[in-house]
């Protein structure tokens, strides 16, 4: 199981990025997926998630600039991140809890760059 994320890039402050996150099976096996970003000598840190049950939540820092969603189709979760300010500069990671029996396993992407910058 798997999950790799693309869609990361430069962009200019103000502009928009949309990352993905594809699955290598239905979205329906993870509890939930998640979106992380880490910045160079910051910790990782949870931007948004959404669940099974297609409930979504966001940190506050970007209510209003982000969106998660996903494709079930596709088993895609996406990221749409807009007004974007240097300070989003980060690698962006997937993340999804995979339900097993007895327990839950994380899953983590590669991560992707996204630059903010003039």
């Known amino acids: 199981v798997q999950v790799v994320e693309s869609g990361g890039g430069l962009v200019q402050p103000g502009g928009s990025l949309r990352l993905s996150c594809a699955a290598s099976e239905s979205i329906f096996r993870f509890l939930g997926m998640a979106w992380y970003r880490q910045a160079p000598g910051k910790q990782r840190e949870l931007i948004a998630s959404?669940?099974?049950?297609?409930?979504?939540n966001l940190v506050d820092f970007v209510k209003g600039r982000f969106t998660i969603s996903r494709d079930n189709a596709l088993n895609t979760v996406y990221l749409q991140m807009s007004s974007l300010k240097p300070e989003d500069t980060a690698v962006y990671f997937c993340?999804?809890?995979?339900?097993?029996?007895?327990?839950?396993?994380?899953?983590w992407g590669q991560g992707t760059q996204v630059t903010v910058s003039s």
């Open positions: 993340e999804a809890d995979l339900e097993l029996v007895g327990g839950i396993s994380e899953v």
């Open positions: 959404i669940l099974r049950s297609g409930r979504t």
